[in-house]
């Protein structure tokens, strides 16, 4: 109560802060006091409760149920503000988590002022390592007016090295997606930094365009750590918050657009006075600022973890996680059309993105006639965006996605992206009458600043909106999902440069207008997202029949995810939202199956009317399993299976209760269930208990 009430008052947060870490220690004990006092009961009809120490078996199990019911909601209250009050740990080192945590060890809160391992510090080094690639990049456009006087480079010459810059980097995500789910993100994010520095050092020599666009080609194949970024944030953080924490991780790092648009033309301005108003010296210095940072970070990234429970390698060779097939994750990948879909959509956002930024400097410099800096400053405003608005487009997502599903998430990420297009040709609009040579003096800048901040939010909100979306596309090949629509980023930079601003001819603001309309025409590609059990825009679950968008199924045997001796099951004991039982206590998948699979009901489907007829239709070996289990609770579940429910959504229903089980897999259980899908979360929920029994052997 007391921390309940100092949390509610903003002004004694620390002090709020510190009751919160308290009550979390205090819950840790009374957990384990609860587990220990449970065997001295002498009847399974008693819950304990935090003084049964004293009531012992003659205890009240109304009384037995409210205090651990009031337990649970502590233990609730607690997470809410972030703190691992259940004291779950790692599998490899048993070091607890500092995040609350769902059944796979993904923290279900993101706490940015936090760098605590693992979760927290791989939110920092994947974000940090893609705003490295980002800022060297594009660290060539501010720099331009220079560079084309120097290297006396063409109109098309320049859109040609733009378009390298974020062109040839898309074949490169797809390679990072297959080395994000074989070599894992740490690793594939610490090898892209470190090999695109010598290009960088190369910059600094350029003597003519050729090289010049081969260095930025080069350069540029360092954005395919954004995949490694996503990727990264995706296994560490639940679905709850997902969308967020991908969203903030990829705007902080698109935020390299903006810094280097905002910071290289003053760090030319301080390497042209080291060496004498030599300008020359002066460009070609500026890059020793980016090839530096790709070193430090690409040490850095290395001291991450490649899972919540430790790394690749050492899962792989502890036996506690299988090793992942190459070829099936491909096949996985790239067979799933809404993965697909969305590599266009991405690529009128974020290409977009890539496209505005390669653009806009030049855009003030010679339109409105502003300065360099100048210029490279208001130029800034369009990536500083991303500071907040990627993360309010998966904050935006995950909420519409808590009340309606996936269908809310879909409509967020058509609606943004609508209103993306719209103001791309509201900022043409704005000059697009007026002769060019007339613009400077028509005092339209300010103007154009304030439409490219809006249009900017929504193309952050659009990205943010569409990477809450990967990680629901499948979960066995997330990394080369992330790539193909990484990669669909960069390719569509690459066609509306190549479409919309290499003409000679072109105006800039016309082509601004052009865009908005192709990027509104894209959003209607949303209404083709499909998942069978979730839905779509206009769509129900299951309304498709048969239709799948994943084209090619896994191997049965193939469970990368599901850890060999001891992974991601959830047992009875925590009651959230949505009526999912939930505990901190894993146990084993392999034997979840095994056990489930077994009749473990005379009649599939039907009801029991009361706790010993329950008991009495298990199979003589399994009827001690409900020792463990309150039975009414038991008959209670028995009896509610509501007709009405679709098979999609007690699919739906299954997963959350076992996340690791695939689609077809829960499809199985359903059907020896005869449908009921409270029957089968009972079948596992006992096969459940037989394993932590096991755990307790061992």
């Not at 109560?1 to 009550?23: F, H, L, M, W, Y």
């Not at 081969?214 to 709850?240: D, T």
């Not at 390698?313 to 190459?326: H, P, V, Y």
């Not at 008959?635 to 009405?644: D, I």
Request: some cysteine.
């Amino acid at each position: 109560q007391c921390a309940i009430a100092t949390s509610r008052n903003p002004s004694t947060s620390k002090r709020g802060e510190d009751i919160s870490r308290g009550v979390a220690e205090l819950l840790k004990g009374e957990r384990t006091l609860l587990v220990h006092s449970r065997a001295h009961l002498n009847t399974p009809r008693v819950r304990p409760g935090r003084d049964m120490c004293n009531r012992g078996a003659h205890a009240s199990a109304d009384d037995s149920e409210s205090l651990l019911g009031e337990l649970e909601r502590l233990h609730l209250f607690i997470e809410a503000r972030g703190y691992n009050s259940r004291g779950v740990a790692d599998l490899l080192k048993g070091e607890p988590f500092d995040l609350p945590v769902d059944a796979e060890h993904k923290a279900k809160f993101l706490r940015p002022a936090s760098c605590a391992p693992p979760h927290m510090l791989v939110f920092h080094l994947s974000w940090l390592g893609f705003f490295a690639t980002f800022f060297s990049t594009f660290a060539a456009a501010p720099l331009m007016p220079y560079i084309k006087e120097s290297l006396e480079l063409s109109k098309s010459e320049m859109a040609t090295a733009a378009m390298a810059s974020v062109g040839g980097t898309v074949v490169f995500r797809l390679v990072m997606g297959y080395a994000c789910d074989t070599l894992g993100a740490r690793k594939s994010m610490s090898l892209c930094l470190l090999a695109t520095t010598p290009p960088l050092i190369a910059m600094m020599y350029v003597t003519d365009a050729t090289g010049f666009i081969l260095c930025r080609l080069l350069i540029g194949i360092g954005l395919s750590s954004f995949v490694a970024c996503q990727a990264w944030v995706s296994v560490h953080f639940s679905k709850n918050v997902v969308g967020l924490a991908n969203a903030t991780a990829g705007g902080w790092g698109n935020l390299g657009g903006g810094f280097t648009n905002l910071l290289m033309p003053f760090i030319f301005l301080g390497m042209a006075s080291l060496f004498d108003g030599d300008e020359e010296t002066a460009w070609r210095s500026c890059f020793i600022f980016p090839a530096l940072l790709h070193v430090g970070l690409g040490v850095l990234v290395l001291q991450g973890r490649d899972l919540p429970d430790g790394n690749i390698a050492e899962l792989e060779l502890s036996g506690a996680r299988q090793k992942t097939r190459g070829d099936v994750v491909c096949k996985l990948g790239f067979s799933n059309l809404n993965a697909w879909l969305l590599f266009i959509l991405y690529g009128m956002s974020f290409g977009v993105e890539l496209t505005i930024t390669n653009e806009a400097a030049l855009y003030f410099h010679e339109y409105h006639g502003l300065s360099v800096a100048l210029a490279g400053v208001l130029a800034s405003t369009f990536g500083m965006m991303n500071l907040f608005a990627r993360s309010l487009g998966g904050a935006v997502s995950d909420g519409l996605s808590g009340r309606f599903g996936m269908r809310g998430r879909i409509c967020c990420l058509g609606a943004v992206t609508a209103l993306e297009g719209l103001f791309c040709a509201v900022l043409g609009m704005t000059t697009a009458s007026v002769p060019v040579e007339e613009i400077p003096m028509s005092n339209t800048a300010t103007v154009c600043v304030a439409w490219l901040c809006i249009f900017s939010l929504f193309v952050q909100m659009a990205e943010g909106a569409c990477y809450s979306i990967v990680p629901q596309v499948n979960r066995e090949a997330i990394g080369v999902v992330s790539g193909i629509v990484g990669a669909g980023g960069n390719l569509g930079s690459v066609v509306t440069t190549k479409l919309f601003f290499s003409a000679v001819d072109e105006r800039t603001d016309v082509a601004f207008i052009k865009l908005g309309v192709a990027i509104a025409l894209s959003s209607l590609l949303c209404a083709l997202i499909y998942f069978p059990t979730e839905g779509g825009a206009f769509i129900g679950a299951g309304s498709l029949g048969a239709y799948d968008p994943q084209l090619v199924q896994p191997p049965s045997d193939y469970k990368p995810n599901i850890t060999k001796n001891g992974s991601y099951f959830e047992l009875e004991g925590a009651m959230p939202p949505r009526g999912r039982a939930t505990c901190e206590r894993q146990v084993p998948c392999q034997e979840v199956e095994q056990l489930s699979a077994k009749k473990v009901l005379p009649v599939q489907g039907t009801p029991i009317d009361d706790s010993n007829d329950a008991k009495q239709a298990l199979l003589p070996e399994e009827s001690d399993l409900l020792s463990g289990l309150a039975l009414e609770r038991v008959s209670e579940l028995l009896k509610t299976s509501p007709a009405e429910m679709t098979e999609a959504a007690k699919i739906d229903q299954m997963r959350e209760l076992c996340p690791v089980l695939s689609t077809e897999e829960i499809r199985s259980h359903l059907t020896e269930a005869g449908g009921n899908a409270a029957l089968c979360a009972v079948r596992l929920s006992l096969a459940g208990t037989a394993s932590k029994q096991r755990l307790e052997l061992l």
